[in-house]
């Protein structure tokens, strides 16, 4: 039921009559449970003598917006008496509350006022006071007047970054910095924090500015002498400062402000002092940039001007202004140069990766993995990355020719599903072209791998009856067990005759031991005996090869294998 009165006034809107009832009610205690079950949405229960009615009232903040209760009948729009008793109620208990929170003010009140506070201090001391205080107080305490200059240096016009001293008076000299020194500094550099957070909310962007280019020039430089908590510690304050510089919107800050702030970073690239931590962000914000042709050419005469290898940041921000300007032919020509560093094109073409220049990786990747003797781990790495562009970008062509080649050189039964998958309806065509590149190089073992991994078991055992070495048909007798048992048998005889005939002794008969044992391990029991029998029978002068044999099973089975 809507109905938008005032509480303080309700009751010269209702009847006298429901007026009389209510105060009535309320006389008699007849309000009950009272609660606030949702915020401005109250309830209470109102006993008489015609029973127990529920009443709801919405009330936001002092008018009564709806109304309602378990009396009402259909088409009921005035007031009852149910809802008045507990609107009564309700407005005795707002304002015992509110009386009670003026109290409590009054108390706090007299409180403060029964000691002297700071400001009570301020208000009755003259400037002059308050200055020698300040002066005497700052001669005595070294961390009082810390405090007072990072505060106040904004103020300071006679230098050009009055924050570049705060900070060149707080960062400890020589190598062992003493933990109170370190704590100072930290301090400082919170200090410093808020104070640009503050500068920033009111869009102070030249006092941002001048707060962060401080910390970031500074630390930069003290950040590599440092130990690894108090590293972590100093990094996380120089990320803060470079956040906040790189994440301003364009259109809030003046085009020359935006251009100190490059000019900033890569002076301070040039120089070495980002972290390795924060180079991707520094080296993507001052690449940006550099599709203006003035800013370009700073960066490609940093690049000529210094001296051969580059530092690794050098070399980073010309390649990647280079791809952001689209070329990536000269991106892959630079690293050319760059063939007898590996290592230092390897984390090039991470950087590049990492910043989504697709095209120059690729095209100096392929070039990196005809490196001599690359390491395997990072070929593995590069090839992963080469893979995934190729699969982002759906060149097939170059899927194929990557897992062609990792089969090639690992034999690997994922490389080859991977690449039956990519090669769809050209599968058979290079299925046989694979089969002969292996063969001509005599990878035999490979092409083994490529006949299990097709099922062809008929090619595979008849590669495996030509194979001179045990260790190449224990690889795929899991697969050939039960069905080609026969198979298994027959070779095993072979291959054990053959070395029992060159050895002999005791080690001989070990040696046919083992080979057998990895047999067993697979669960045929019955064709490691008749091997084991074979080999007795065709050697009955070898003593020691029926005891090495018989060790292969239990001791109660012995007698069946003699």
Request: charged share 25%; with cysteine; proline share 4%.
């Amino acid at each position: 039921m809507q109905q938008k009165r005032w509480l303080k006034d309700f009751e010269h809107h209702i009847s006298s009559q429901t007026w009389n009832a209510a105060e009535a009610l309320l006389q008699a205690g007849a309000v009950k449970n009272l609660r606030e079950v949702e915020k401005h949405f109250w309830v209470a229960l109102v006993a008489t003598d015609e029973g127990h009615f529920e009443t709801e009232m919405i009330i936001s903040p002092h008018k009564i917006k709806a109304f309602t209760c378990e009396c009402f009948g259909e088409g009921r729009r005035l007031m009852c008496a149910h809802v008045a008793a507990s609107l009564l109620r309700l407005r005795q208990f707002l304002e015992q509350r509110q009386e009670e929170k003026r109290a409590k003010a009054e108390q706090q009140e007299q409180k403060e006022r029964s000691r002297l506070t700071v400001q009570d201090a301020l208000q009755n001391a003259t400037p002059d006071a308050i200055t020698e205080f300040v002066l005497e107080y700052a001669r005595r305490d070294r961390d009082f007047a810390l405090a007072l200059k990072t505060w106040f240096a904004g103020l300071v016009t006679a230098s050009e970054n009055p924050y570049l001293l705060v900070l060149d008076s707080v960062i400890p000299k020589g190598k062992n910095v003493r933990e109170p020194e370190f704590r100072r500094l930290r301090k400082t550099l919170d200090d410093l924090g808020m104070q640009a957070d503050a500068a920033l909310a009111l869009s102070n962007f030249q006092t941002v500015f001048l707060i962060n280019t401080a910390i970031l020039r500074k630390i930069g430089a003290f950040l590599p002498q440092q130990s690894d908590n108090r590293y972590t510690l100093l990094l996380q304050a120089w990320q803060v400062a470079l956040h906040q510089l790189l994440n301003w919107k364009k259109e809030e800050v003046a085009q020359a402000l935006r251009d100190h702030v490059w000019d900033f970073l890569f002076e301070l690239g040039s120089a070495g002092h980002i972290p390795s931590e924060c180079s991707r962000e520094a080296l993507q914000y001052l690449a940006d940039a550099a599709k203006d042709a003035a800013k370009f050419e700073q960066i490609n005469r940093l690049f000529d001007e210094t001296p051969a290898p580059a530092p690794p940041f050098v070399l980073h921000l010309f390649l990647v202004a280079l791809a952001d300007r689209g070329s990536a032919e000269a991106v892959a020509r630079v690293l050319e140069d760059y063939s007898g560093h590996p290592e230092r094109v390897r984390t090039a073409l991470l950087v590049l990766y990492y910043l989504k220049y697709k095209d120059a990786v690729t095209l100096a990747g392929e070039a990196f993995l005809q490196t001599p003797d690359l390491p395997t781990g990072w070929r593995k790495e590069m090839e992963d990355i080469l893979l995934f562009l190729a699969e982002q970008s759906g060149d097939t062509a170059r899927q194929r020719e990557i897992l062609q080649r990792r089969f090639l050189q690992s034999g690997s039964f994922e490389q080859y599903e991977k690449l039956k998958k990519v090669a769809a309806a050209d599968w058979p065509a290079l299925r046989r072209e694979l089969a002969d590149m292996l063969q001509a190089k005599g990878e035999r073992a490979k092409l083994a791998s490529m006949l299990a991994l097709d099922n062809d078991w008929e090619a595979l055992v008849a590669w495996l009856d030509e194979e001179p070495d045990i260790r190449q048909v224990q690889r795929f007798e899991a697969q050939l067990l039960p069905e080609y048992s026969d198979f298994l048998k027959n070779r095993y005889v072979t291959l054990l005759h053959q070395y029992l005939l060159d050895h002999f002794g005791q080690p001989a008969a070990a040696y046919a031991r083992q080979q057998l044992s990895v047999l067993l391990q697979k669960g045929a029991t019955n064709v490691v005996k008749e091997i084991a029998q074979e080999l007795i029978a065709q050697f009955p002068d070898r003593p020691s090869l029926p005891e090495e044999l018989a060790e292969l099973f239990p001791k109660t089975r012995k007698r069946v294998l003699l």
